[in-house]
């Protein structure tokens, strides 16, 4: 049995079903959608994350922008880029990529954007109506992992489901996703983190794990249950003189071990880290629909 949830092979039928849809709208007259991405600083992995963002969009026919800004710019000058974009009706949808200078705060720059432009799903109202079951935008990741589970027919229903983590953009809001009462959800959700005492006794007892702490190799074989479906949100740079970039992209999951194990898992790379570009794509495309209603 193909034990691999294929996040690379998923995310390309996805891209192929936007590009129908925007032959579509641009044969009926409407502009294409297009996303914006501001980039500050010149930090690598930032900007490889921002450059496949904007390839995708080409690749689906999306139109988009990449604005690039200096590290030292000051936090009103980024907020009034962001107005800029807010107000534009050229641009359905932008994203902000983190991390933010230290200078900057981060909390000020969400709240900044406007909801319904909002494609990362980051700002409190569309968490807030994600949380509800409401029409919102969903963050990327989260909203990726959702739809490759859907993809495989997964069953959640009434599973115990334990989430490695709790940050903003992926460990709370897939734990409240999995547990809402939807069809990829309905399941018992427990959130571990790093103040978790005995983690190993609830991975150990659980039917799904998403693991989201950046930790290589965290999860190993000794510490999951015969059958468990994992998803590896993890991506870390680790240094191997054996590459041509000299690092490699490791999960969070020791894959060896644990693939003895599991009925299902996200391999690294290629499971959950392009699910989460086609996912900010749909965002886009839902964003444009918006636009043009
Ligand atoms: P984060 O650093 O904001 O949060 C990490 C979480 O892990 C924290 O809640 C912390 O409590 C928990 N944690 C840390 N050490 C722990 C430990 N020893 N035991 C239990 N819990 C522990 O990270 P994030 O932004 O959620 O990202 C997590 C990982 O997912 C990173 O590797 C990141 O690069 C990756 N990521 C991947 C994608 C993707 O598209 N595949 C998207 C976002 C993040």
Excluded: W
């Excluded at 468990?228 to 993890?234: E, F, H, L, M, R």
Aim: with cysteine; glycine share 8%; hydrophobic share 40%.
């Amino acid at each position: 049995m193909n034990k691999i949830l294929d996040g690379k092979k998923t995310s390309l039928r996805i891209k192929e079903e936007i590009k129908i849809k925007v032959d579509k709208l641009i044969s009926e007259g409407h502009r294409p959608p297009h996303l914006a991405a501001i980039l500050v600083g010149e930090d690598g992995a930032s900007l490889t994350y921002v450059t496949n963002k904007v390839l995708s969009c080409k690749q689906v026919g999306f139109k988009s922008s990449l604005i690039r800004l200096p590290e030292s710019i000051s936090e009103d000058e980024l907020l009034k880029e962001i107005k800029k974009l807010n107000v534009s009706e050229e641009i359905d949808g932008f994203i902000v990529q983190l991390p933010l200078p230290n200078h900057i705060d981060d909390e000020k720059v969400l709240l900044s954007i406007s909801a319904d432009k909002d494609v990362d799903g980051f700002h409190p109202e569309n968490f807030g109506r994600m949380a509800l079951n409401m029409e919102s935008f969903i963050p990327a990741t989260p909203f990726g992992i959702i739809e490759l589970l859907e993809r495989y027919n997964i069953d959640l229903n009434g599973k115990d489901t334990v989430i490695i983590g709790r940050s903003n953009i992926v460990g709370r809001p897939i734990s409240i996703l999995l547990s809402r009462k939807t069809k990829i959800g309905n399941s018992t959700v427990t959130v571990v983190h790093s103040r978790t005492k005995k983690l190993e006794f609830y991975t150990k007892n659980a039917d799904i794990i998403v693991s989201a702490l950046g930790v290589p190799g965290f999860l190993k074989g000794d510490m999951v249950k015969d059958g468990v479906i994992i998803v590896d949100v993890g991506i870390t740079r680790v240094k191997d003189s054996s590459k041509k970039k000299g690092y490699a992209i490791k999960g969070d999951v020791d894959f060896d071990s644990v693939y003895e194990k599991a009925s299902y898992i996200t391999p690294v790379p290629g499971g959950v880290g392009p699910m989460t570009i086609a996912s900010l794509l749909l965002n886009t495309l839902k964003a444009h629909k918006k636009s043009i209603a």
